[in-house]
């Protein structure tokens, strides 16, 4: 979804500007657009009355700005879904995995969070009718479990030509919080060459956590993911795509009563997700998905099955 227009369409980019804002991982007009003056002199060293005239500008030219409610229903009208192959956790989900949305999926180690991501970015590239986008995902990965094979097999499960499949994921593996910080930069221009609809952060926050320990560094660690997930929410809106991560539990040790365990993360991530979806192990294979979050969606919960061919219904459930 390249946008109408370019760099040097905004008053006050010339080619030198334009340089700089695209090495800074600023390839659109969309991400000057929904980019704070603050971010845009900050990575590019543009004085900060000029990167936010340059923003200012660039929210005029694709019409950012303040908009009355019927535009943001007639918006909200063109999101769209993405099934997961399973009906009883697509209908958990409101119908499938939902563009203009961050979905995250939390649970404890094999509870299917990676298999999940796996089965989207095929299912993602099935033609409507078969509930996908016709589109391409990118998928980021942190902890180095994405297995090609694994989207050969879902790819013929959904009738789709493995090789072609394979060829419509853009794959990142990154090893630091900063590379995931700045993939998500480009994935700006990324959306800008490829047609992609899905983008998935397996894990957000595994990598955060791992790397800013204790007290001292909580605070920073907390602003850091929170200016990460917000501009993940804004490709979301800007692009109309889905975003879907992955979250781990932790022991809440403050726990006496009923679960344990909550998301990592805390408010900075349970507030920018749109979507929070917990899952667990079922009883025999199955697994079971609750929504913990939605903003209009009811309470439920939806079992399934993580199969050869991705994620299907469980017996007896749908
Ligand atoms: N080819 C497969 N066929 C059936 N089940 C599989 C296959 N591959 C993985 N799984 C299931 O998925 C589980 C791992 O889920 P995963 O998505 O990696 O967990 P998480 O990312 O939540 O830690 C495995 O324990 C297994 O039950
Ligand atoms: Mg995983």
């Known amino acids: 979804m390249a946008g109408e227009y370019g760099l040097e369409d905004v008053e006050g980019v010339g080619p030198a500007t334009a340089k700089k804002l ?10 000057l657009a929904v980019a704070t003056a603050f971010e845009l002199s900050e990575a590019t060293g543009i004085g900060y009355d000029v990167a936010l005239k340059i923003s200012q500008r660039a929210r005029e030219l694709v019409k950012i700005n303040l908009v009355t409610a019927d535009e943001v229903y007639r918006r909200r009208q063109l999101a769209q879904k993405i099934t997961t192959g399973s009906k009883a956790l697509d209908s958990l989900l409101g119908g499938g995995v939902e563009t203009q949305a961050i979905t995250e999926l939390v649970g404890e180690f094999g509870t299917g969070k990676t298999q999940l991501c796996h089965t989207l970015s095929v299912t993602v590239q099935l033609p409507g009718d078969k509930g996908g986008l016709e589109a391409d995902a990118l998928f980021i990965d942190t902890e180095g479990t994405f297995r090609p094979e694994r989207i050969v097999q879902i790819a013929r499960r959904h009738g789709l030509e493995a090789e072609k499949a394979l060829k419509n994921i853009v794959y990142a593996r990154v090893y630091n919080s ?25 894990s957000l926050t595994s990598l955060f956590r791992g790397e800013y320990l204790g007290r001292e560094a909580l605070a920073l660690r907390q602003q850091r993911l929170n200016s990460h997930v917000h501009k993940l929410l804004k490709l979301a809106e800007a692009l109309n795509l889905a975003v879907v991560v992955t979250n781990q539990v932790v022991a809440n040790p403050g726990q006496f009563f009923g679960d344990p365990n909550k998301p990592a993360g805390g408010n900075v991530v349970a507030h920018a997700c749109t979507y929070r979806v917990y899952l667990r192990r079922g009883k025999e294979k199955t697994r079971v998905a609750y929504m913990m979050d939605a903003p209009h969606l009811p309470y439920g919960e939806a079992s399934f099955l993580i199969g050869e061919g991705g994620v299907y219904d469980a017996p007896g459930a749908g």
């Open 178 to 202: 900063d590379h995931q910080v700045l993939l998500v930069d480009k994935a700006w221009e990324v959306c800008g060459d490829r047609n992609i609809r899905l983008i998935v952060v397996d």
């Open 22 to 31: 695209r090495e800074a991982g600023f390839a659109t007009v969309e991400a």
